[in-house]
């Protein structure tokens, strides 16, 4: 398969008896050889020079010492018997000279070659899909409502939660996908100024799709009441009671400026729990450090249908609903 692509390593070495001779071995024909795509031809390199399309010679490294010709034919140490690999991906691989700082370069090349030849060696067909997975990117999708959209009536009606969940929600992981991709292709040509003029976008729509698959878990048609156990003596220790603490996280809530969230969260440094507000779709965690355990939507696509432009009422149904076990289990699993 002479100038084609076949499955081959290359290796380069003195051949005994031959000075200056060097030669190409094929994988597998010496123990252990991995296996690698080399998109390069059979050729040949006599007396350090190169023929069309072949690479130089490469000296080899080690501990012995025999004398022998180096590179362009002039006469030289080279160190040791033995082959020196050079695994071929599509880059060339700089000649190595036995210098410290040459033996630390080459010690780091072997390292990612032996963790590629492992997967090659395991299975061969497997590693060019291995590889494809590098520079791959899994798109985000909607997640399901773990109950129907009429289950929260009377408090947030059917309407509401449809349109919430199937056009608003879903924009937002539509909209994630999209500036993902572009901001992958500014990344592959280096351009930062298209980086940078993505990250609102970026910023905006991920943190909707990353508030909402909170909001809804944090929602429970079986929900209202109060916590029990360590969450709820929590909110007892940081907030003084369990009425001052919805007193205090409604007022942030309401009090928000146009668009946002109310959030409860917990401050993992001074171990306590924390009210914070977010304008916009900012993700409080990405925004104050602290992580969240519940939110509280008030931007007016939440509510206006059914409460129109008075956000207490909303405020004060949507406590009817909230999923204290899933806000306990969100505290319990950030406190580890």
């Given amino acids: 398969m002479r100038g084609g692509l076949r499955p081959s390593i290359w290796q380069h070495a003195r051949k005994p008896g031959k000075k200056g001779h060097h030669v190409r071995a094929a994988a597998g024909k010496s123990a252990?050889?991995?296996?690698?795509?080399?998109?390069?031809?059979?050729?040949?390199?006599?007396?350090?020079?190169?023929?069309?399309?072949?690479?130089?010679?490469?000296?080899?490294?080690g501990n012995g010492g025999n004398r022998g010709r180096g590179r362009g034919g002039r006469r030289g140490r080279s160190h040791g018997g033995g082959y020196v690999l050079v695994a071929r991906l599509g880059t060339?691989?700089?000649?190595?000279?036995?210098?410290?700082?040459?033996?630390?370069?080459?010690?780091?090349?072997?390292?990612?070659?032996?963790?590629?030849?492992?997967a090659a060696c395991s299975s061969s067909r497997n590693l060019v899909p291995a590889l494809g997975v590098l520079g791959s990117r899994q798109k985000h999708t909607l997640p399901d409502l773990p109950y129907d959209y009429g289950a929260l009536?009377?408090?947030?009606?059917?309407?509401?939660?449809?349109?919430?969940?199937?056009?608003?929600?879903?924009?937002?992981?539509?909209?994630?996908?999209?500036?993902?991709?572009?901001?992958?292709?500014?990344?592959?040509?280096?351009?930062?100024?298209?980086?940078?003029?993505?990250?609102?976008?970026?910023?905006?729509?991920?943190?909707?799709?990353?508030?909402?698959?909170?909001?809804?878990?944090?929602?429970?048609?079986?929900?209202?009441?109060?916590?029990?156990?360590?969450l709820l003596e929590a909110i007892k220790r940081d907030f003084g009671s369990f009425e001052k603490f919805k007193e205090k996280l409604t007022a942030v809530s309401v009090g928000v400026q146009g668009s946002g969230w109310g959030w409860l969260g917990f401050n993992k440094e001074q171990g306590r729990l924390q009210i914070a507000a977010c304008s916009n779709q900012d993700p409080l965690q990405g925004t104050t450090g602290l992580v969240p355990l519940l939110g509280i939507d008030v931007w007016e696509h939440a509510y206006y249908l059914q409460y129109k432009n008075v956000r207490p009422d909303y405020l004060k149904a949507i406590w009817n609903v909230i999923n204290w076990e899933n806000v306990t289990e969100r505290y319990t699993a950030c406190k580890k």
Avoid at 35 to 56: C, H, M, Q, W
């Fill in 32 to 61: 252990g050889a991995p296996v690698l795509a080399s998109p390069e031809p059979r050729t040949r390199v006599r007396r350090g020079r190169a023929e069309p399309g072949a690479f130089p010679p490469r000296p080899r490294i």
């Fill in 92 to 118: 060339r691989v700089q000649p190595v000279g036995p210098s410290s700082e040459a033996a630390g370069i080459l010690r780091a090349q072997r390292a990612a070659i032996t963790m590629l030849c492992r």
């Fill in 153 to 230: 009536e009377p408090h947030i009606n059917a309407q509401i939660m449809q349109l919430h969940h199937s056009k608003h929600h879903a924009a937002y992981v539509n909209n994630l996908n999209v500036v993902e991709e572009k901001y992958q292709e500014a990344l592959k040509k280096g351009d930062v100024t298209a980086q940078v003029a993505l990250q609102p976008a970026l910023k905006f729509n991920g943190g909707g799709h990353i508030n909402h698959s909170i909001f809804w878990t944090n929602l429970s048609p079986n929900g209202g009441g109060e916590p029990k156990g360590e």
